[in-house]
C-alpha cells in the first residue's frame, strides 16, 4: 500500500513528466508542423527536455524515488541553457557572443509565438516548474526517510 508521502511524491514527478511530455510535444509541433527551424540554442534545450520525458517516466512506474537524483541535474543544466537563450533575446548578451551564427538567430523574431509568446520563455517557464516540482518531492521523500529512521 502507498502512503500519504509516495502518492504526493508520486504526483509531482508525474506533474513533471507532464510538464516535460508538453515541451517534447511542443517543441516537435513547432519544427515539424509549423515549420520553425529551430536554433542551435534550441537544440541543446531539446538534448535536456527530451530526456526528462523518459526518465521521470521511467521514476513513475514503479515509484523509484531516486529518480529526482536523476532528472534535477538534466534539468539545471537544462536550464542554464534557456536562461542564456532568454538573455541573448532579450538582448542583455552582445551579438558577438552569440552561437547562432548560421541559419535562424538565437534572437530572430520567428522565436515569437503567434507574436505574443517568445519561445525562450516557454522553455524557461517549463525547466523553472520541473525544478520546482523535483525539489518538493526530494524535500518530500528526504523528510519521510528522515521520519522513518527515528
Not at 58 to 69: A, E, I, K, S
Not at 70 to 93: E, N, Q, R, S, V
Request: glycine share 6%.
Amino acid at each position: 500500500m502507498i502512503d500519504q508521502t509516495e502518492s504526493t511524491g508520486w504526483w509531482l514527478i508525474f506533474i513533471s513528466w507532464l510538464i516535460s511530455m508538453l515541451s517534447t510535444l511542443g517543441s516537435l509541433f513547432f519544427s515539424e508542423i509549423m515549420s520553425l527551424v529551430p536554433c542551435e540554442l534550441c537544440w541543446y534545450q531539446r538534448i535536456f527536455m527530451f530526456p526528462l520525458a523518459i526518465i521521470l517516466l521511467f521514476g513513475l512506474h514503479p515509484l523509484d524515488t531516486r529518480v529526482v537524483r536523476y532528472a534535477l541535474p538534466i534539468a539545471g543544466i537544462g536550464l542554464l541553457f534557456t536562461i542564456y537563450h532568454c538573455l541573448l533575446f532579450y538582448g542583455f548578451i552582445p551579438e558577438s557572443l552569440q552561437p547562432c551564427r548560421e541559419g535562424i538567430s538565437c534572437a530572430d523574431d520567428s522565436m515569437v509565438l503567434f507574436g505574443v509568446m517568445p519561445i525562450p520563455l516557454l522553455s524557461l517557464t517549463a525547466f523553472i516548474a520541473i525544478i520546482i516540482l523535483l525539489l518538493k518531492a526530494h524535500r518530500l521523500f528526504k523528510h519521510d526517510i528522515e521520519y522513518r529512521n527515528n
